[in-house]
């Protein structure tokens, strides 16, 4: 007997998996937290790599208004982030020479056109991929998903993606959105989309769920229009909530990420499309 292709002995084998995995078939769906509760992340290693943004970091990449991150772990390859430009997030796939068939799943952090642009990229060539999105995320925008053949998840809590990876509550903005968080052996690794909600509340929300440093906030700030008081009250909140190193890029404005530069120094880290980052 065949059913969709599995005959007889493979039914067997998947039916004792089944048994021996307590009846439970993972597909890399994620682990739902109390939005009080800590989550408990293990330490991992890996690398990330920017694969789009409006800033140049590696001369054979291209640039277009957006942002696109990958996080690759010994556990789970996750793409955060899709970028604007389908021609730009695949050139720079090429580039940088990323394997697609290598992406376990797609975290987007909003709704917005510059961050989910490029999921026909990676969806036309893996489909049926999960794509976590916020609470109160719009039905339009998963139904899309779905049509392109995304399995579209809606998380509203903080949600342990893998062991060592997880995403933020779901913070309002406006647009709800929320941020990816990787545990690595010196302290957590937050990444940002656009921080509608604030990057400063991105990263309360980061150390209050995990309860430690905060090695590096990567991403975009969306702080175009801030003035220096402004800026001096989100870095004052960001060293309060342990944050040790920043990159800020994307949305976060010249002028707001000249004053990074200058207020972290050394703890500041420049990147842009083609960025690498490896973590221990």
Not at 75 to 93: Q, R, S
Not at 152 to 168: D, Q
Not at 210 to 221: P, S
Not at 232 to 258: K, P
Request: aromatic letters at 8%; a negative charge.
């Amino acid at each position: 007997m065949m059913i969709l292709g599995i005959n007889n002995r493979q039914l067997l084998i998947a039916g004792i998996l089944f048994v021996l995995l307590g009846g439970v078939i993972v597909l890399y769906r994620p682990v739902e937290e109390s939005a009080s509760g800590i989550l408990q992340l293990q330490p991992t290693s890996g690398a990330l790599t920017v694969l789009f943004d409006n800033y140049l970091y590696e001369s054979s990449c291209q640039t277009e208004w957006g942002y696109s991150c990958l996080v690759e772990t010994p556990e789970m390859t996750v793409l955060f982030d899709t970028g604007g430009e389908p021609t730009v997030l695949a050139h720079n796939i090429e580039a940088l020479d990323v394997d697609v068939q290598e992406i376990d799943c797609i975290v987007l952090s909003h709704e917005h056109w510059d961050h989910i642009g490029g999921l026909e990229v990676i969806l036309g060539q893996k489909p049926n991929t999960p794509v976590y999105v916020p609470g109160d995320f719009p039905y339009h925008v998963m139904s899309s998903i779905r049509s392109m053949g995304g399995d579209c998840v809606e998380l509203g809590n903080a949600t342990k993606i893998t062991e060592s990876i997880a995403v933020t509550d779901t913070l309002d903005g406006p647009p709800v959105e929320h941020a990816l968080i990787i545990k690595t052996g010196e302290g957590i690794i937050l990444v940002t989309g656009c921080s509608h909600p604030g990057v400063q509340n991105l990263a309360r929300n980061a150390y209050e769920l995990t309860e430690d440093t905060i090695q590096l906030v990567i991403g975009g700030y969306h702080l175009g229009s801030a003035t220096n008081y402004m800026l001096d009250r989100v870095c004052d909140e960001l060293d309060e909530n342990g944050v040790e190193c920043v990159s800020a890029t994307h949305c976060t404005g010249d002028e707001s990420i000249q004053y990074f530069r200058e207020r972290y120094g050394e703890n500041y880290i420049e990147s842009g499309a083609g960025f690498h980052y490896e973590f221990v």
